[in-house]
């Protein structure tokens, strides 16, 4: 954000919510809520979720319609919030879509589901310039979100690549570590 106004790729988020939420209506002919979620940081003057709700409904979004949730500094906590706004709302069995860039629909997803929100993600363009940066970043993201996993699935690998490696070098070798390993189990 700049100050009180929202980013060109912030804004870019935003009409693609307005799109969908003036197509369900004109579909229909029912009006969804939008939450537009993000907090405050250190250089902006209002949360993000203030402004981002100023420019919706200065972009065709009605203002009964567009809720703010002004508290949440990540997307785990952007899921957490609207959840809570969504079921305050006390929507028999609510449609959820989120919104947000389309490098990072994925993980935004994962974090929905951590928190029990069934919802379905729109990505909105974002420039090519942006893109390997961002898809970097978020690559580094999921994989940290799951580190054990893929350090098993790491060691795994190198011990596979190291089997195959002795199975080139030494036929025989194999052989004798599995009688070894057959032992080792025999005196368990």
Do not use: C
Request: hydrophobic fraction near 40%; glycine fraction near 8%; proline fraction near 3%.
């Amino acid at each position: 954000m700049n100050g009180d106004q929202v980013t060109p790729l912030l804004s870019q988020r935003i009409d693609r919510g307005i799109k969908f939420y003036q197509k369900q209506l004109k579909k229909k002919n029912k009006r969804a809520k939008m939450i537009l979620s993000g907090g405050q940081g250190g250089d902006e003057t209002v949360p993000e979720g203030e402004a981002m709700r100023k420019y919706a409904v200065a972009h065709g979004a009605n203002p009964n319609d567009a809720i703010a949730e002004a508290e949440s500094k990540t997307t785990l906590q952007n899921m957490q919030y609207s959840k809570r706004i969504i079921d305050s709302l006390k929507i028999d069995k609510p449609k959820t879509i989120f919104v947000t860039n389309n490098y990072h629909t994925f993980r935004a997803a994962m974090f929905a589901k951590t928190v029990g929100l069934k919802a379905s993600g729109l990505g909105s363009r974002t420039a090519r310039f942006f893109l390997p940066n961002a898809v970097m970043r978020e690559y580094i993201a999921v994989v940290n979100r799951q580190r054990k996993v893929h350090l098993v699935m790491i060691i795994g690998l190198f011990l596979l690549a190291l089997l195959f490696s002795l199975l080139e070098a030494e036929p025989g070798s194999v052989g004798h570590m599995l009688q070894v390993f057959q032992q080792f189990i025999d005196h368990l």
